[in-house]
């Protein structure tokens, strides 16, 4: 199956700091998103980003797929910032074949005041 | 709109004991998923259903029952739970079957069993 691989597994930052975040992963993939998971354990979609590059506020992502990576970008980071940011990949829906997002171990990011 | 709901919140069960996690959907999404995190790890999928009617296993899928009640609840249930399947369950939606589209993922249910 599909092997997704997070680097690097903790970043501390201090507040202000740009990081870059970065997903490997095995195989060609039809969905590949970005989320958050704050202290509270809440999941928040960041970018729906199979290819290209997209932005939202201080955050940016850029998929390349033809190299199978992916980066999220944070810029001036705040320390709302900190928690767990994990990438998931799946092959598409295929119409017979195993479905589900397959999860890397994630990125765990403290941005200290 | 409330996305994905995911009834109870927190939970303690005694090995052995049954219990069903409830999820529903109002984005009248046609895929529903359930995954567990354990300490330290990303999601793993347990079971899916791509279609109301339909439910298939996913990764991790040893332990557990599931039910597409509707389009939009999809039911996960423990019949004797084990200490091995203390986690955090998530359950999430997408829209898939027209095109592939994101995810949604509810708050998560966090079961510990004794």
């Known amino acids: 199956g599909i092997q997704v691989e997070q680097s690097p597994p903790d970043l501390i930052l201090q507040e202000g700091a740009n990081s870059t975040l970065r997903c490997n992963f095995s195989?060609?993939?039809?969905?590949l998103q970005w989320f958050h998971q704050n202290p509270w354990g809440q999941l928040i979609n960041l970018f729906y980003i199979p290819s290209g590059t997209k932005q939202n506020g201080r955050l940016s992502a850029t998929t390349v797929a033809t190299e199978r990576y992916s980066l999220l970008y944070i810029s001036s980071s705040q320390t709302t910032d900190s928690g767990v940011y994990f990438c998931?990949?799946?092959?598409?829906?295929?119409?017979?074949?195993?479905?589900?997002?397959?999860f890397g171990k994630g990125t765990h990011l403290i941005i200290q005041p | 709109n409330a996305g994905v709901t995911q009834t109870p919140k927190f939970q303690v069960l005694k090995t052995g004991q049954s219990m069903t996690l409830q999820c529903a959907q109002d984005m009248n999404h046609n895929s529903m998923y359930w995954y567990r995190q354990d300490p330290g790890m990303g999601l793993r999928l347990i079971y899916y259903?791509?279609?109301?009617?339909?439910?298939d296993k996913g990764e991790v899928p040893n332990g557990y029952n599931v039910s597409r009640l509707n389009k939009r609840e999809f039911s996960l249930r423990l019949e004797s739970a084990a200490p091995s399947q203390t986690s955090v369950y998530f359950c999430a939606s997408s829209a898939r079957r027209i095109s592939n589209q994101p995810q949604h993922f509810g708050d998560g249910t966090r079961l510990s069993i004794l």
């Open positions: 195989d060609s993939v039809n969905n």
């Open positions: 998931a990949v799946d092959y598409g829906w295929t119409g017979g074949g195993a479905d589900g997002l397959t």
């Open positions: 259903s791509a279609s109301e009617g339909t439910t």
